[in-house]
C-alpha cells in the first residue's frame, strides 16, 4: 500500500494541487478577462488617444463599477451557496434582489440627471444615463458565472467569458478606430456584453429563476433570508470597493482628467497582475462554504505574494530604466510599485474576506461592521491625498489599498472570535 494511501493529509494535498492545477488555469484567465481587456484599452489609450482620453474613459467605467456594486454585487456568494444547497427558491430570491437594486440604481440615476437638468447643473452627463441603462441589463443576468462557479465548470466558464470579452474588446476598437469618440467606442463595449449575458442566462441560469415566482409572491422573495443576507455582504462590500471607483472621479474632479489618467495608468499597472491571479481562489469556493482558511496558509500565501510583488516592482523599475517606450508609466511609478508591494496584504484580505463571505457559520454583519471601519481610515488617506499636491497625492491614493485590506482582516477576526460560540468537551 503506497505511503500515499496510508496518510490522508497527504492525499488531501495531492487531491488539491490536482484539482488546482486542473482549474485553476481556466478560473484564472475567466475571471481576469474584464481587468485585461479593460487594461488593453487604457495602454492603447494612453499611447493613442492621451491621458485625457484615458481619464475620460475611467470616469465612465468606475460609473459602471458603482452601478454593479449597487446591483448588490455580492449575490453571488450567496447564489453559489443556494447552487450547492439545491435551494432554488433561493436562488430565484436573490435573482428578484438583484433585480430590483439594478433598476432601482438606474431610476436614481436617471432622477438625479433630470434634477440636474432642470436647475441648470451639468455635474452628470448623459453617458452616465447609458451607461446605468446598459448596466440594470447586465448586471441582474451575470448569474451564470456564479453557476459556473459552484459547479466546477471552469472550463465552459472560460470560453463564455472569452468570447464576451472578446467581442466587447472588439466593439470598442472598431468603434474608435471609425472615429467614434471615447464615450460611443464604450458603449459599443456595454452592448455587447449585455448581448453575451441575455444569451448566457437565457441557455445556463434561467432554470434556476421561477419567473413565475417572481412575479406572484415578489415581496417575500426580496425579504427572504438568501436576499437579507445577500444585502448585508453586498453592503459591507460596497462601502470599501466603492472607494476604489469614487476615488478616480474625485481625482479626476480635483486634479482633472490628465492627472486621472495618469493615475489609471498608474493603478491599472500596479493591481494588474494580482487582479489577474486572485480569481485562482473560485475553484475553492465550494470548500469555503465549510471551512475557513487557517492562518498559517493565509500567512504563506502573504509571503508568496509579497515576494512575487516584490519582483514585479524590479522588474518594473529596470523596465522604466532601459526600455524608452515605457515612458508614458514614468510619471506614476510611484503608486505602481506601492501597489506591487502590496500584493501580500491584498491576497490575504481576498482569500480571507471571500472565505469569511461564503461560510455557512458567518455572520454578515462582522463583514460590514469590519468593512466600514477600516474604509474610514481609508478615507482620511484618500482626503489627504486629495488635499495634496500631486507627486505626494499618488503615494497616498497608492497607500489607502493595503491600509484598508490589512486593517479589514484584522477586525474580521477580531469580530469572528469574538462572538464565536464555545465548544463544551464531552462532559463539560
Known sequence: MSSAALNPKRRDVRAMLSHFAKNAPFAIVASSLQGAVNYIIVVYLAYNAGMHATGAYRTLFSCYSLLGLAAMYETNKVFIRSIVAGDHEATTALFANRLLFSLGAFLVVVAMWAAGALLGWDGMSGWVVAVAAISAIIYPLDSYLSLMQARGRFNLLFFSELLKYGLALAAFLVALRSGWSVEQAMMAQLIMMALCHVAYFSLVTRTFVDFDLVRRRFRQMIGSEPARQARLYSFANLVP?????????????????????????????????????????????????????????????????????????????????????????????????????????????????????????????????????????????LTAALLSPQPIALVLLALQYPIRDGLTVLLMHYYRTRDAVPVLAPGG
Open 241 to 381: 470597493s466603492s472607494l476604489e471607483h469614487i476615488d478616480k472621479l474625485l481625482v479626476g474632479w480635483v486634479f482633472g482628467l490628465e492627472f486621472l489618467g495618469v493615475y489609471t495608468l498608474a493603478y491599472s499597472t500596479g493591481r494588474f497582475l494580482y487582479n489577474t491571479l486572485k480569481p485562482a481562489l473560485y475553484i475553492y469556493y465550494r470548500r469555503f462554504v465549510d471551512k475557513m482558511p487557517g492562518w498559517r496558509l493565509l500567512r504563506l500565501v502573504g509571503l508568496a505574494f509579497t515576494l512575487f510583488g516584490i519582483s514585479n516592482a524590479v522588474i518594473f523599475l529596470l523596465s522604466l530604466a532601459y526600455i524608452p517606450a515605457m515612458h508614458r508609466f514614468q510619471s506614476g511609478a510611484v503608486a505602481t510599485v506601492i501597489l506591487f508591494l502590496a500584493y501580500g496584504v491584498g491576497i490575504v484580505r481576498a482569500v480571507y474576506g471571500q472565505a469569511f463571505s461564503l461560510h455557512k457559520d458567518s455572520d454578515a454583519r462582522h463583514a460590514l461592521w469590519a468593512s466600514v471601519q477600516a474604509t474610514l481610515l481609508s478615507l482620511a488617506c
